[in-house]
């Protein structure tokens, strides 16, 4: 796989926040996911903020990702009490052994991913009766909100932008994941505002798919200076609430 954010990883320490605290407890009251002591494997973990979030919990984790800049931003953050092993590879060519692993994450990633090669692996090094969950944290265009509006600047740099608009929901996902053979699957959405400066909103977009993992260091340049104008003269705010939905699928070996 190519690495895609190379060129934005400080970006991704500074502007990149955690997960809701919800998503974690959903997880381990109705899937007994994110338990201690679990040996949890998350995969393209980039600057691992959810291997970071499983740790904390008192997960073992091991992140994994093809970027060395991202991982180096990682290790830069890892909390030596918090048990992570960070390791640089292949999400398609996982460097461990076969039913390694009691719990397989993907969060936020699965956009960037092929998702039929990285599902295979993640069943190949899952224990038997092993959860994998794939999670996506997408803010959500409504009309005339910041998100929207960052969007038609998006388009202009990235054509396949609105080609991804689908308010937070991937059925075809599920799909995918039930034709390589796992089986129990179940979903869960819910709702979240977070909050953001202008420059954290700045900064989260040059860290997006379709800039800073598409675009030449002059383009994320260019595309940051005209979101500075549209939020200068179209949202003078000093905080802006931008909503969000978590997707997650559940599912096991």
Not at 29 to 34: L, N, P, R
Not at 109 to 126: D, F, I, M, N, Y
Not at 227 to 251: A, T
Request: with cysteine; net charge positive.
């Amino acid at each position: 796989m190519v690495n895609l954010f190379g060129n934005v990883a400080k970006d991704f320490s500074k502007y990149r926040g955690g997960y809701p605290k919800k998503f974690y407890n959903k997880l381990q009251e109705e899937y007994g996911v994110a338990l201690k002591n679990q040996k949890v494997l998350d995969i393209a973990t980039s600057n691992g903020l959810a291997a970071t979030d499983l740790a904390s919990e008192g997960c073992l984790v091991t992140g994994i990702d093809n970027s060395p800049e991202l991982l180096e931003e990682a290790e830069k953050k890892n909390n030596t009490t918090l048990n992570i092993n960070y390791v640089l590879g292949d999400v398609t060519k996982l460097p461990f052994n076969k039913k390694k692993f009691d719990v397989i994450t993907a969060v936020h990633c699965w956009k960037v991913l092929p998702t039929e090669h990285a599902s295979s692996e993640a069943l190949r090094v899952l224990k038997k009766c092993g959860k994998f969950v794939v999670a996506q944290y997408d803010q959500l265009p409504l009309r005339g909100n910041i998100v929207s509006e960052t969007k038609k600047i998006v388009s202009k740099y990235n054509s396949k932008c609105n080609a991804n608009n689908n308010f937070g929901f991937y059925p075809k996902w599920i799909e995918e994941i039930y034709g390589v053979g796992f089986s129990n699957i179940e979903t869960f959405t819910f709702d979240t505002t977070t909050k953001f400066t202008h420059d954290e909103w700045r900064g989260r977009m040059r860290t997006s798919t379709e800039i800073g993992g598409s675009l030449s260091k002059e383009e994320v340049a260019q595309f940051d200076r005209e979101l500075d104008n549209l939020l200068k003269g179209n949202f003078s705010v000093q905080m802006l609430e931008v909503p969000h939905r978590m997707f997650s699928i559940v599912c096991e070996k």
